[in-house]
């Protein structure tokens, strides 16, 4: 990394604002390390939504990075009901494992008054609601479902700066290209003693771009003419995950475009360059409906089953990885 990017990203990086919740992210993560890393049980880290690039020091602006959360919510419960513990790295404010059938706009649809002091879930939600409560609460009750929420990269950043004291601040300033993975890296690093047991589903769009580092400080007046803004490429860390944090991991990426002529060609450009078990193609329009699983040997459309009513694709798509996850685990032990 040149020595002038290197001192962007030290200012960029001092002018973060301080994770507030560092401490209990960390001693969350160790409980249901502890709780669920022993035996043969399987864990894997969903990552969810997308993350934002704010704009301005005391940020009203941002770039945000499309993405409503539902494939690594509903992907959520899919996993849970394989049997696996999962650490669900969400955006905040972004679909919720178990939520899915419930109205967000407003979620106070579903209940009404009954008196002064009760109330009542409306008849149309009643199953919804309950099922909802039930799933939820026994995930997180049992201690197999452990949500991590982020917004910014700040976050990210910072939590990564709790993770690696020891190394020096230059070190650091390469690994700011770690800005979306720095939550990553924690539970990767907690995950590593699993060895094959742990999965790694990458459903997150990530920002592939950071504002330049002379950020605004105060809202940027719109009055005041065209705006001029840099913005720096980060190169994704992937391949760093594959090869120091969870080398021994199955590890699943996703690939979003909006041309299908180049999709597939990209995913396998990923799987390759980042080594990946698996690259899941999509393309925004039909994501809902198909996606490609592309590994070395095949490239696997999976359907959702339109016959079916409420169904979805993170359904079977979930049971494949399932099934790849467990010939990859039992290869491991061969
Ligand atoms: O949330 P939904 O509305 O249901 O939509 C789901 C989805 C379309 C967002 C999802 O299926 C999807 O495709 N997510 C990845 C989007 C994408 O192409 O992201 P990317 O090109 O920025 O990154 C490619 C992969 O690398 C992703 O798996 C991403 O999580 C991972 N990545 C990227 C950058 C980075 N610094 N670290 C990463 O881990």
Known sequence: MNSSLGSEIDSFY?????????????????????????????????TS???????????????????????GAASTEYFLKAGYAIIFLYRRATSQPYCRSLPDDPLL?????????????RQPYSEAVKRAIRDHHAAVAGGFLLKLPFTTIFEYLQVFKIAIPGRS????????????????????VSLRSLGPLAMFYLAAAVSGLLCSLE??????????????????????????????????????????????????????????????????ANELLTRKEVVVVVTDSEKISVQRDKTEAGSDVENPLVKLL??????????SNA
């Open 14 to 46: 001092e002018s973060a604002p301080p994770l507030k919740e560092r401490d209990s992210i960390m001693e969350k993560l160790n409980e249901f390390v502890e709780l669920n890393c022993k035996g043969t049980k399987r864990v894997v880290c969903v």
């Open 169 to 188: 601040f230059l070190l650091l300033i390469e690994y700011l290209v770690l800005y979306y993975e720095q939550m990553l890296q924690m539970v990767a």
């Open 49 to 71: 939504g997308g993350t934002t690039v704010p704009l301005e020091q005391r940020c009203v602006r941002y770039i945000d990075n499309f993405s409503s959360g539902h494939r």
């Open 322 to 331: 399932v099934d790849r996850h467990s010939a990859f685990i039992k290869d």
């Open 215 to 280: 950020k605004h400080e105060h809202k940027i007046q719109s009055g005041s003419g065209p705006l001029d803004m840099r913005l720096v490429q980060v190169p994704k860390m992937l391949s760093v995950l594959r090869t120091e944090w969870a080398p021994m991991a199955f590890c699943i990426s996703f690939k979003l475009e909006t041309d299908t002529k180049i999709l597939l060609d990209k995913a396998d450009m990923a799987l390759r360059k980042y080594k990946m078990n698996a690259v899941v």
């Open 109 to 121: 649809e579903c209940f009404e008054a009954t008196d002064e002091l009760n109330i009542q879930v």
